[in-house]
């Protein structure tokens, strides 16, 4: 096999695209379908001041770099989750990396805010994944609204995509369904959220950020993904290997042919919280409700 730009021998063969590329080709060939994935959903322009929520990853390191080196606005948000020493290390490269990528970062410390995950697990009865997704999407609209950011860009990728499709359509899950996009408008009180890098596998990802020496966190959270995600990941992956090009045709043909038809409907309306201020489908935002969970028993064990 050879690189099909320059017929050097090729450093990545990606069935989905029937494409062979050497190095310089395959970073090349990244950035300008990002560039690419950018305008075929009409994401953002340079004109929009982004703000790109940096896990520590390959996958939003990656994006946060290719975003800036195509020239657009695009700074960082870090949320410090509390999970005690694998906090402590991604905090460490995504400071790193902003460093030398010479990019603003925006730290928010969830343990000084209202408590860590594990606390907040504890007064919450949902686990600690679902916890954090929602403390995570909570504070990615609060900053990127507070700081004046018009649009707010998560690393997710087809892998991560594909895999909560998946799980979501075997489950009928139709309110989910209609949220599935890569791009969410803006609207009452959320900002527009992206994913740029929707079209590329895990593997892209990875291999891009190796290749440009993106030093990202590989140790998976302590809580780690939890079992449904990781089984419909290995699902596809098996699909995959049997027929190449499934799980990018899943995707984008859901994206084409099915979504539109899914579109949210929207159940019950959405208010500021009394509290906060932010989006809820109720009085008070269920993260209010947490903290004040929390300082309940902060307030008992203090006491005590
Ligand atoms: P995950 O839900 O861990 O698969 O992460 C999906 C995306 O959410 C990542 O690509 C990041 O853009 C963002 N993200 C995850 N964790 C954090 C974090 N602690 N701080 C900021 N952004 C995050
Ligand atoms: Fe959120 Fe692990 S990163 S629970
Ligand atoms: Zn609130």
Redesign the pocket.
């Known amino acids: 096999m050879r690189c099909k730009i320059c017929g050097k021998k090729p450093i990545i063969y990606m069935p989905h695209h029937r494409l062979a590329l050497c190095k310089e080709d395959f970073i090349l060939w990244f950035e300008r379908y990002t560039q690419r994935t950018i305008r075929e959903f009409r994401m953002f322009t340079e004109e929009d001041s982004i703000l ?6 390959k ?2 390191l990656a ?1 946060w770099y290719v975003l800036r080196k195509l020239g657009y606005k695009a700074d ?6 509390g999970i005690g020493e694998y ?1 402590e290390r ?1 905090r460490e490269k ?1 400071e790193k990396f902003a460093g030398k990528l010479g990019g603003k970062l925006i730290v ?1 410390d969830l343990k000084e805010e209202m408590g860590g995950i594990p606390e907040l697990e504890r007064v919450s009865s949902r686990e600690a ?1 679902s916890v ?2 929602l403390v ?1 999407r909570y ?2 609209n609060k900053v990127a609204r507070e700081h004046g950011y018009t649009v707010l ?5 087809l892998d ?1 995509e594909a895999s909560s499709l998946l799980a979501n359509v075997i489950q009928w899950n139709v309110k989910y369904l209609g949220r599935k996009h890569p791009v969410l408008e803006e609207e009452e009180g959320f900002v527009r959220k992206v ?1 740029p ?1 929707c079209k590329f596998t895990e593997k892209e990802t990875a291999l891009y950020s190796l290749l440009n020496g993106i030093d990202f966190i590989e140790e998976e ?1 302590p809580f780690s ?1 939890d079992a449904t995600t990781l089984f419909f990941k290995d699902v596809l992956y098996k699909i995959e290997e049997k027929f190449p090009g499934t799980k990018m045709r899943f995707y984008l043909e859901y994206l084409r042919k099915v979504h539109p038809k899914f579109k949210e409907k929207k159940e019950g309306k959405v208010r500021p919280c009394k509290v906060c201020g932010e989006p809820s489908p109720a009085d008070v935002c269920p993260v209010c409700r947490m903290k004040e969970k929390v300082r309940g028993i902060k307030i008992i064990s203090d006491g005590a």
């Open positions: 790109v929520a940096v896990s520590g990853g996958d939003s994006l960082g948000l870090y949320i410090h989750l906090s991604s995504v928010v994944c954090c997704g995570k504070n990615f860009a998560t690393g997710h990728n991560d994913k890098f959270c993904e």
